[in-house]
């Protein structure tokens, strides 16, 4: 099992960044998968990027080569630096791990873009 907290949410303009970081209650350093979702109003909760112990990452087509995800082992944090952010970017966005069958998800931070 582990807790996840989310911070780093706010308002910015189009064009601006954000860094979003989540911070784990325990190691990560075994939890093979981890990732940011976001859900929009209205809308489901979609994967945004998600990086492996191995430092493999995977992002979602709209926000290739905008947004990064990395993870630090020694600190137990994953974090989600978006650059060149949009109005469509806005969401509330959510930390995830999976162990095993299990999923667990932060509360989540909202992120608004706008002008």
């Known amino acids: 099992q582990v807790l996840l907290v989310e911070s780093g949410g706010g308002l910015v303009q189009p064009g601006g960044s954000l860094r979003l970081s989540c911070a784990a209650s325990?190691?990560?350093?075994?939890?093979?998968?981890m990732g940011w979702y976001r859900q929009a109003p209205g809308k489901q909760r979609d994967l945004v990027a998600t990086?492996?112990?191995?430092?493999?990452?995977d992002y979602a087509d709209s926000v290739k080569g905008r947004f990064t995800i990395s993870r630090d082992n020694t600190q137990n944090t994953v974090d989600l630096q978006m650059d060149s952010l949009k109005p469509e970017d806005t969401a509330v966005y959510y930390c995830?791990?999976?162990?095993?069958?299990?999923?667990?998800w932060g509360q989540g931070t909202q992120v608004t873009v706008s002008s």
């Open positions: 990086v492996t112990t191995d430092g493999t990452t």
């Open positions: 325990r190691s990560i350093s075994s939890i093979r998968r």
């Open positions: 995830n791990a999976q162990i095993l069958f299990n999923t667990f």
